[in-house]
């Protein structure tokens, strides 16, 4: 794995444990769960209330705030590695707050808290999303359709929203986890071989060209998130 500007190993394998356990296991996991929960739930409809978040749901989404500094700062020096790594650990520390609040059974439980629970799990997802959309633009676009947000950038980051929010339906959820699934061995290795290729072109030299009568990598949503673990392999330390 190779932070960026910097010499490092490529091996098949680390891309494989980036594409299944970054990609697929924690961001796609964490969407495909909840964002299928939400636009099920009361058709979808939302009402953040700040107000209602316990101690819990306070220090998880305590995680916020800091983050959008702190990727900005890592991606102003080119530590891209670093930024992804970041968003990386709210993500996990998402997935570990829904394992434990488990609102599939607040749903016959507690249906207000498991309200409560989805809304911090939007406000998280909205968050890490909007950064993310420099890595994965296509991607993290079909994610905020789902999750309804209008403002996409930066500066939306500055204020928490509020009031009523309406997830949409459809099949965006099914999609993004769809495109997360781990490639097989075969395809993973084509992919490697792709990778390999590009990365012996000059960045400078313009747009890569796509051998081996591969598509342009970034050129759909799925795409996209096949582009995906070849930014992990590259950027995470």
């Given at each position: 794995?190779?932070?960026?500007?910097?010499?490092?190993?490529?091996?098949?394998?680390?891309?494989?444990?980036?594409?299944?356990?970054?990609?697929?296991?924690?961001?796609?996991?964490?969407?495909?769960?909840?964002?299928?929960m939400?636009?099920?739930v009361?058709?979808?409809?939302?009402?953040l209330?700040?107000?209602?978040w316990?101690?819990?749901?306070?220090?998880?989404?305590?995680?916020?705030?800091?983050?959008?500094?702190?990727?900005?700062?890592?991606?102003?020096?080119?530590?891209?590695?670093?930024?992804?790594?970041?968003?990386?650990?709210?993500?996990?520390?998402?997935?570990?707050?829904?394992?434990?609040?488990?609102?599939?059974?607040?749903?016959?439980?507690?249906?207000?808290?498991?309200?409560?629970?989805?809304?911090c799990?939007?406000?998280?997802?909205r968050?890490?999303?909007?950064?993310?959309?420099?890595?994965?633009?296509?991607?993290?676009?079909?994610?905020?359709?789902?999750?309804?947000?209008?403002?996409?950038?930066?500066?939306?980051?500055?204020?928490?929203?509020?009031?009523?929010?309406?997830?949409?339906?459809?099949?965006?959820?099914?999609?993004?986890?769809?495109?997360?699934?781990?490639?097989?061995?075969?395809?993973?290795?084509?992919?490697?071989?792709?990778?390999?290729?590009?990365?012996?072109?000059?960045?400078?030299?313009?747009?890569?060209?796509?051998?081996?009568?591969?598509?342009?990598?970034?050129?759909?949503?799925?795409?996209?998130?096949?582009?995906?673990?070849?930014?992990?392999?590259?950027?995470?330390?």
């Amino acid at each position: 794995e190779v932070p960026f500007g910097q010499d490092g190993d490529f091996s098949r394998e680390k891309l494989r444990q980036r594409a299944h356990g970054d990609l697929a296991n924690d961001y796609g996991n964490l969407c495909q769960r909840t964002l299928s929960m939400m636009a099920k739930v009361n058709e979808g409809r939302f009402i953040l209330n700040p107000q209602a978040w316990g101690p819990e749901d306070q220090a998880f989404l305590q995680m916020l705030p800091p983050l959008t500094e702190a990727v900005i700062q890592d991606v102003s020096a080119f530590a891209f590695h670093s930024a992804l790594e970041k968003v990386w650990d709210v993500i996990r520390a998402g997935n570990r707050y829904v394992d434990h609040q488990q609102p599939w059974s607040l749903k016959k439980t507690d249906p207000q808290k498991m309200m409560v629970v989805l809304s911090c799990v939007w406000v998280a997802l909205r968050h890490v999303t909007l950064l993310l959309q420099p890595f994965m633009p296509q991607a993290t676009a079909s994610i905020l359709d789902q999750l309804g947000v209008a403002d996409r950038t930066l500066s939306a980051l500055n204020a928490l929203p509020t009031g009523n929010i309406q997830v949409r339906g459809g099949s965006l959820a099914s999609q993004t986890r769809s495109r997360c699934r781990r490639r097989r061995s075969a395809r993973v290795g084509r992919l490697a071989l792709y990778l390999g290729n590009a990365v012996r072109r000059s960045v400078g030299t313009g747009p890569w060209a796509a051998p081996l009568g591969f598509r342009s990598p970034v050129r759909d949503a799925r795409s996209q998130l096949r582009a995906a673990p070849f930014l992990f392999a590259l950027f995470h330390a």
